[in-house]
């Protein structure tokens, strides 16, 4: 029997570290290739701001009453010193989520209280929690995820360090850093402020003496005078008696964000959508399993005051405490919205806190387990089996966010073009203002060279060929087809074509940057491809199934005459092909009437 509780024990190590290594390596490449190429969603508000104001009024200024002043530093520093282009505010948000990871981690390895399965455990749960792609909407934005890791980040670290503050030798250093973190998360988004009554909390439970309540008090009190008193001032005390005279009503709420995971989950088990009522039912019942647990944990945590013992159980109550006051503070925030917020219950971007706060609840579980024998393995199963749950969301939401991908680029393709394509473009709008503010940003951006206009492709547009480059054309074998997919307009009122196809180079190389001459020569148009290259045939196999179109691109020809033949180069690293493929004037349909 003992060798067998030996051999079951090596197993689940094994299954834990393949099962973290492939989560990890999965989210890692869906994130890369699936993240948003340019600007998009309230980011055009956001950039419309910065770009005619000051560094420090973009840093203060509010958007939607989210107070950014800390993760906005990230797109300035992008705007100023990167042209606005998104992989290096991607790759930096990506490093705040590893940071986020991390910063985790920490309080599970250095807890001497749990075996070292349970740490190998522990460490999947938390690499789930933070990389399954169900939460792509805020993880694959570089700034959406600016804001949102960088709030957990130093959240996160604020509850590593605050056990420090019954240390008397290094109370004061440890006072000042957890004060600092906690401010850059109450200044990073509205919700940050539930940072303050978590960490009064936790400093209960862990028996911190009084004056560290004093100090947190304080500086808590601080926090919210400083955000109330930045302008506009929120609308919070209609917002408040709203929230108090629904009372019980915003329970349900309540609980169907907090269940959110559970009808994600669900979902990437079935081809077919639910429906509006089924995904109420999954996600309520869900949240209520979760609330009720959280009930149970943290008053028992708040009776008991013993989460100093153990670092696991310290960061799994800080995660719980944190994202359902995150997710409560939403709630209460939209309680004015009326039946409108029904509907929203299971937006993307409030499924980063839940899905946290059940890393939290697991973790706390885990803890519990290496007390409680008879739990210990039932407990491992639970977390076993979770990345078989969701892995189906995962690799789905992996394939969409590919394919969102290659929509923006399309999108971005047509600004500059300046063309004014409604049904490729709606993918970057934002909510208020929809396609006319991107047309209308987007001129401001073209002027500034920044984002989709830094690489300086639009200057080619009514130049003869000859001249966007003193290189010789240089001989590809490019071979594929095209056609004139749809009529649009031009900025400028003038008609446009959107025309899409397939071309490949020898090897079946796929030029990333086309352009599109007239008879006489002249640049009418550039294209762009997908962004993967059919080379990587291993990737496209291995995480998507092959189910990647991996040669398709989309173009655009201004000033369109239906009466030209015209022809596409590939353009790559501005070099043109000698070879020329022609347009089909096969139009399908007409958009932008």
């Not at 007390?371 to 210990?376: C, G, I, N, V």
């Not at 892995?391 to 966010?401: A, D, K, T």
Request: positive net charge; proline residues 4%.
């Amino acid at each position: 029997m003992h060798k067998f509780a030996l051999a079951a024990e090596r197993a689940v190590q094994i299954y834990a570290v393949l099962t973290a290594f492939i989560l990890l390596g999965s989210g890692v490449v869906y994130l890369w290739l699936g993240h948003w190429p340019a600007t998009h969603a309230d980011y055009w508000h956001i950039y419309d701001f910065c770009l005619n104001h000051t560094w420090l009024e973009s840093a203060l200024h509010k958007n939607w009453e989210h107070l950014m002043f800390f993760p906005s530093f990230f797109w300035l520093a992008d705007l100023r010193f990167f042209h606005g282009k998104q992989l290096p505010l991607f790759l930096a948000s990506l490093t705040m989520l590893f940071l986020t990871v991390a910063l985790l981690l920490i309080p599970v390895w250095r807890d001497d209280t749990v075996g070292f399965t349970a740490k190998i455990v522990a460490t999947l749960v938390v690499i789930l929690g933070n990389f399954w792609m169900a939460r792509a909407p805020i993880i694959a934005s570089g700034g959406f995820n600016c804001v949102a890791s960088l709030l957990i980040a130093s959240a996160t670290l604020s509850f590593v360090l605050l056990p420090n503050l019954g240390v008397s030798s290094v109370r004061m250093v440890s006072t000042l850093l957890v004060v600092c973190a906690a401010v850059v998360a109450s200044f990073s988004a509205g919700i940050g402020l539930a940072i303050w009554p978590t960490l009064l909390f936790l400093a209960w439970c862990l028996r911190l003496p009084w004056r560290s309540f004093v100090s947190l008090g304080i500086a808590a009190v601080a926090a919210i005078v400083i955000y109330q008193q930045i302008p506009p001032h929120l609308s919070g005390y209609g917002t408040l008696q709203a929230a108090g005279s629904a009372g019980l009503a915003q329970v349900p709420r309540l609980c169907r964000l907090v269940g959110s995971p559970f009808f994600y989950a669900a979902s990437g088990w079935h081809e077919k959508p639910f429906s509006s009522q089924a995904a109420r039912t999954i996600s309520l019942w869900g949240g209520e399993a979760g609330l009720l647990l959280a009930v149970i944990v943290l008053v028992f945590i708040l009776i008991r005051r013993n989460i100093a013992k153990s670092r696991l159980k310290l960061i799994g109550t800080a995660l719980i405490t944190f994202n359902l006051l995150a997710m409560a503070i939403i709630v209460v925030g939209n309680s004015s919205r009326g039946p409108h917020f029904q509907s929203e219950f299971l937006f993307p971007r409030y499924l980063f806190f839940g899905t946290l706060f059940w890393t939290g609840l697991v973790l706390v579980g885990i803890q519990l387990a290496e007390l409680k024998q008879w739990l210990r393995w039932p407990m491992y199963l639970v977390a076993l089996a979770l990345p078989v749950v969701v892995f189906p969301m995962h690799y789905r939401s992996g394939l969409h966010w590919n394919s969102a991908r290659t929509m923006a680029e399309a999108g971005a393709t047509s600004l500059v073009n300046g063309v004014q394509d409604d049904e490729q473009i709606r993918i970057l709008a934002p909510a208020a203002g929809g396609t006319n503010y991107v047309y209308r940003v987007a001129e401001e951006l073209r002027a500034r060279r920044l984002d989709m206009f830094a690489d300086g492709l639009q200057d080619w547009l009514g130049a003869n060929e000859t001249s966007i480059t003193s290189r010789p054309y240089k001989r590809e074998e490019l071979s594929g087809q095209c056609k004139v997919a749809a009529l649009v307009r031009c900025g400028n009122g003038a008609p446009a074509a959107r025309i899409t196809g397939q071309i490949w180079k020898s090897g079946h190389r796929v030029p990333k940057t086309l352009v599109i001459v007239d008879p006489g020569g002249v640049v009418r148009g550039i294209g762009h491809s997908s962004s993967i290259y059919s080379e990587n045939r291993f990737v496209n196999s291995t995480f998507y199934g092959s189910r990647v179109m991996q040669t398709w691109f989309v173009g655009y020809i201004r000033d369109y005459d239906p009466g030209l033949q015209y022809a596409i180069r590939s353009a790559d690293h501005g070099i043109l092909s000698e070879e020329m493929i022609p347009v089909q004037s096969s139009i399908t349909k007409s958009t932008n009437p």
